[in-house]
């Protein structure tokens, strides 16, 4: 099995040459990459997004910030206990520190545009 991350142009040919090479069938998996969220955009998030809201509010940057996650990174998922032999919904609230770079953005957005 290989396995290969494409940064550019001349690996991504590369690669479709590989593909070309190969006989029928075979299997492919393939997965985005996004850096994790920056340490700006962090401290954006802190400094400005939710002080704003904070300054406005009285609430504490902590505070909102648990509401945000709540709010806007609340999932449901089905999880199988292999006790029970049974599938349950599970909901839960996962950390930001988590995202990728784009997936924290949009997530901030969403705040923004809420306290706007």
Known sequence: MDFAVIRNNRQRERLIEA????RLPFRVALQDLYPVRSIDFNAYYWATVLKMISDFTGHTQIEIHEA?????????VFKYFK??????LVSKVDSS?????????????RVR???E
């Open 68 to 76: 945000c996650k709540v709010r806007y990174h609340f999932r449901h």
């Open 113 to 115: 545009a809420d306290a």
């Open 97 to 109: 520190t988590s995202m990728f770079s784009k997936e924290f953005m949009e997530y901030v957005m």
């Open 83 to 88: 006790k029970s032999g049974k599938w349950m």
């Open 19 to 22: 593909i070309k090479e190969r």
